[in-house]
């Protein structure tokens, strides 16, 4: 019998080890279920050049030391490349959640299959609704966005799960899809904030908690903080968002700018496609 294994992550910012993705093969805008959507509904994605970006993202992946688990596309699932939406890893295992729309619940399903085949033990919510993508984890913090992905349900039950972590519930409008199209956390101490998306309360409370870098209202739209970060300061980031490229490096960060302007027609980014499985200090 093959040993369990656990998933590992304690924040945002620590060396990614492994890493679960899927390849677009199966991606297209079929029915709009956000804004970004609606925007290229009519261009579509171009399904050829998605996979070209995606290959080109998991060898860049690959060269710096981590190891790209793939899940294989189901052809009924065009959203299934965003593999962040499916759960998140927190220092005692993998959480699986419970998609918002029905369109996407059977990734869900394909998810739950490929952890059982790989021996890798999980939790799985089925109070409620939990995105990923709104659920960042900063050592003993944990952010969760309150949205329309993810529910009350699902935010007390993690609060139960996670009893030494302070839960800071951050409400925004659903027309920003995930906590992390507004927020993500680069480091120790300084992090990418869109604040026209939540109350000046909450900015105020993050910019005392980071230094912050603030996206742009363009940037913002071309998911300027859905960036993705592997350690050692290192940030894999669009070529496109010029302004939070600067200010990365400004603040002492590594930007390893990755062409995905395909891939963010349907309204994720970097972050978004890759479902950290390990990620600590080496």
């Not at 027609?265 to 890759?274: L, N, P």
Request: net charge negative; proline share 5%.
């Amino acid at each position: 019998m093959s040993q369990k294994r656990h998933a590992k992550a304690h924040n945002e910012y620590d060396t990614l080890h492994e890493v679960l993705m899927c390849p677009p093969h199966e991606m297209r805008i079929k029915k709009p279920i956000n804004e970004v959507q609606k925007s290229y509904e009519d261009e579509n994605i171009d399904q050829e050049k998605a996979v070209q970006e995606h290959q080109f993202l998991t060898e860049m992946l690959q060269r710096h030391g981590v190891d790209v688990r793939l899940i294989s596309p189901h052809p009924k699932l065009p959203e299934q490349v965003f593999t962040r939406d499916l759960g998140f890893a927190a220092e005692n295992g993998m959480i699986v959640g419970r998609m918002k729309t029905d369109i996407r619940q059977p990734e869900i399903e394909e998810c739950q299959k490929w952890l059982d085949e790989n021996h890798i033990v999980y939790e799985s919510i089925s109070d409620g609704t939990l995105e990923g993508g709104d659920v960042l984890i900063d050592n003993d913090v944990m952010y969760i966005g309150d949205s329309s992905r993810t529910s009350e349900k699902a935010i007390k039950r993690l609060k139960k799960l996670y009893p030494e972590k302070t839960i800071m519930t951050i409400p925004f409008d659903e027309q920003y899809l995930h906590l992390d199209c507004i927020f993500n956390i680069l480091s120790e101490g300084t992090a990418l904030l869109y604040p026209d998306a939540l109350a000046d309360d909450l900015v105020r409370d993050i910019c005392m908690r980071y230094r912050t870098i603030t996206v742009t209202k363009e940037e913002q739209f071309t998911l300027g903080t859905n960036v993705l970060s592997i350690g050692e300061r290192k940030v894999i980031s669009l070529p496109e968002n010029k302004q939070v490229n600067h200010d990365m490096r400004e603040m002492g960060f590594e930007v390893i700018e990755v062409p995905f302007s395909e891939i963010i027609k349907s309204g994720g980014s970097f972050r978004c496609v890759t479902m950290p499985l390990r990620k600590y200090k080496s």
